[in-house]
């Protein structure tokens, strides 16, 4: 694996982890209600739940990598066109983060627990990472090495994210709550990744 091709999968990784969905958007309510105490075990869950997703992922890839190139050229496209889908979704997204502080208390167990549900028991994460991962492939390269490097550059930017996320609605509760900053963010997120999947696409095709 080139230096390129990690630094390329570490940025868009990135990109799609700092757009609020449902796990971010309990970290934050969490982080809301209850203050700066919950960004490590929210933090710890997630990348936990990531690691879940992403390793039942790596098993349905490694079996397709396995069994045709063609079927793999084909998932890479799809997950190209999954990175527009995305893009066009969170540009034309709103300027607000639906996310209401929870004031129970519970247990940094049981928030970690929660947000290690949210976050692998998902099935658009298990779809994401199957059609995200390929896009970063060496179908030459051995396809184990390559997912470790992957899997952990991965688990520790989600981990850093959620556990930023946090202290900034901990902190900063009015940020989280600008819409106008929020939509200025979900363009620039949205169009990044169309950019993202229209270059995978050039790129197939001058193959």
């Known amino acids: 694996?080139?230096?390129?091709?990690?630094?390329?999968?570490?940025?868009?990784?990135?990109?799609?982890?700092?757009?609020?969905?449902?796990?971010?958007?309990?970290?934050?309510?969490?982080?809301?209600?209850?203050?700066?105490?919950?960004?490590?075990?929210?933090?710890?869950?997630?990348?936990?739940?990531?690691?879940?997703?992403?390793?039942?992922?790596?098993?349905?890839?490694?079996?397709?990598?396995?069994?045709?190139?063609?079927?793999?050229t084909v998932l890479k496209l799809i997950g190209a066109g999954y990175l527009i889908y995305l893009g066009i979704k969170l540009f034309r997204a709103g300027g607000t983060l639906k996310a209401e502080p929870r004031t129970d208390a519970v247990s940094s167990a049981k928030m970690m627990a929660h947000a290690w549900l949210v976050t692998a028991l998902n099935p658009k994460s298990i779809t994401f990472f199957v059609a995200f991962l390929p896009q970063f492939l060496d179908r030459h390269a051995n396809f184990w090495t390559q997912m470790a490097i992957f899997e952990t550059t991965f688990l520790a930017l989600a981990f850093a994210n959620a556990f930023g996320y946090a202290l900034v609605a901990a902190r900063a509760r009015n940020v989280v709550r600008n819409p106008k900053a929020i939509r200025i963010f979900n363009r620039t997120g949205g169009s990044l990744l169309v950019g993202a999947g229209i270059a995978t696409v050039a790129m197939r095709s001058g193959n």
């Open 1 to 72: 694996m080139s230096f390129e091709n990690w630094a390329a999968f570490a940025a868009a990784s990135t990109i799609l982890l700092i757009i609020p969905g449902p796990t971010i958007l309990l970290v934050v309510s969490y982080a809301l209600g209850q203050g700066w105490r919950t960004a490590l075990p929210m933090a710890v869950g997630v990348a936990l739940g990531d690691f879940t997703a992403m390793t039942l992922s790596m098993l349905g890839i490694g079996a397709l990598l396995a069994a045709s190139a063609t079927v793999f």
